[in-house]
């Protein structure tokens, strides 16, 4: 998207909140823009124009600087996010579960079976297995060291997973879908722990090596069941959805300050008005953001910004996420 389109976001009430956040998803280096606008309009401190609005129910509402970055970066750790029938459920709809034949309903209603059925499935292996005869047979000693140790780790990617998701969701998400957060820690957190442990007993009880091939496979379909029933999401529905449902979030106006941001580089226009190339440099410890925006071919004019005020720290630390920055590393590299 283009500086001129965040331009408009942040100096002005027009109330385009949901084609904002759609945008972040696919930012990458090109947050740059992002970053140009936001500090930009933050020094140069004027009042939001009003827009003549060419739509309904117009109304100013708030733009919250720290709980877009927070979103922002949470829309980032989750590229290439694995997703589960838990997170599905989550970014489907509202909070609400009505019994009527929906695709959105469905969807909730399948995680809600997909977590009794996993924790069934384990209940019965345990109850008809303990206690059993434990087989010593090498090979099955073989089968039981190898396929624990592909569990502990398919446990901890999908551990790393949800709790990626449900960090981010806890922040910014709906109160009302929680459930769906919690439901995704006891099938991806305490299930992935309890199936390893169990794993070395339930394949120590098989007869031969088949059998315990067999029994590993039990396991992994109780883990990975969640992940067998997706639905069939574009790319582009599941961007749409990750940001929609932040979409509240930063709108909840707080008390506290915007940081105060102090234009260094007097000879210069604010950083917001220039479209050409730049690269920036965020010192964190000195709480400076350098803009090295292109002149010509062969010059760069440096426009220096210091932050500061009781939120500065957070302010710094939220920008230091910014995919543009690397640009910068990659000259000296």
Not at 185 to 198: A, D, E, R, T, W
Not at 232 to 255: A, F, G, P
Request: hydrophobic content about 40%; some cysteine.
């Amino acid at each position: 998207m283009s500086l001129e389109f965040y331009n408009d976001f942040f100096g002005s009430t027009i109330m385009n909140h949901c084609e904002f956040l759609k945008t972040l998803p696919e930012l990458g280096k090109n947050d740059i823009d992002l970053l140009k606008s936001i500090v930009g309009n933050l020094s140069e401190n004027s009042e939001k124009q009003e827009i003549n609005s060419f739509y309904e129910n117009h109304q100013n509402l708030p733009k919250n600087i720290y709980r877009i970055l927070e979103s922002y970066n949470c829309v980032k750790r989750l590229k290439a996010h694995e997703f589960n029938i838990f997170e599905y459920a989550f970014l489907a709809g509202n909070g609400e579960l009505i019994w009527e034949f929906s695709k959105t309903n469905n969807i909730k209603l399948l995680s809600f079976f997909t977590l009794f059925f996993q924790y069934l499935i384990l209940i019965i292996l345990i109850f008809y297995n303990i206690p059993s005869q434990v087989n010593y047979d090498l090979m099955v000693i073989i089968i039981t060291l190898g396929t624990s140790f592909f569990f502990i780790k398919l446990a901890y990617n999908q551990y790393i997973h949800s709790r990626r998701f449900n960090k981010c969701y806890r922040l910014t998400g709906d109160p009302n879908k929680q459930i769906y957060l919690t439901m995704n820690f006891l099938s991806n957190v305490v299930l992935p722990i309890l199936v390893p442990f169990f794993n070395f007993y339930y394949i120590l009880l098989s007869e031969d090596p088949n059998d315990a091939i067999l029994n590993s496979l039990a396991l992994f379909f109780i883990l990975e069941l969640d992940s067998m029933i997706l639905p069939s999401w574009s790319e582009k529905r599941v961007n749409d959805e990750l940001v929609t449902n932040i979409h509240d979030y930063i709108m909840i106006n707080e008390e506290h300050d915007n940081p105060i941001i102090t234009k260094l580089s007097d000879d210069y226009e604010h950083i917001h008005t220039y479209d050409e190339k730049t690269y920036v440099y965020i010192d964190i410890n000195n709480k400076k953001i350098y803009f090295h925006v292109k002149s010509d071919i062969k010059s760069y004019r440096t426009i220096i910004y210091e932050v500061s005020g009781e939120n500065a720290d957070k302010f710094m630390n939220l920008i230091y996420n910014f995919d543009c920055k690397i640009d910068y590393h990659d000259i000296h590299d």
